[in-house]
């Protein structure tokens, strides 16, 4: 039984692709609550729970979807790709 070699750029597209994914995600919910807040203000409504969503979970998201990022850039960072002219891998 062989198993197959993954190469290192599925791997870091799979990581740009989960990175993508979490800003698009913040981006969603954000969009989102901030409608619930416009709707439930055009409907004479009291926004008082999306507000209150929104001052909780909209950072929270923020947050993640940084140290997410950071974490990335931090591991990427002072990488080669293999088969480049300055040897490949780490510095």
Known sequence: MTRKRVTPVYILGMQVASISMIWIFVAAVTVWII???VTSIELNDAPNAS???SI???PIFFTLASVLTYVFVGLRRHRTMPG???GGGEK
């Open 35 to 37: 409608n619930l807040i």
């Open 51 to 53: 507000v209150g969503i």
């Open 56 to 58: 909780v979970v909209i």
């Open 84 to 86: 480049s002219t300055d």
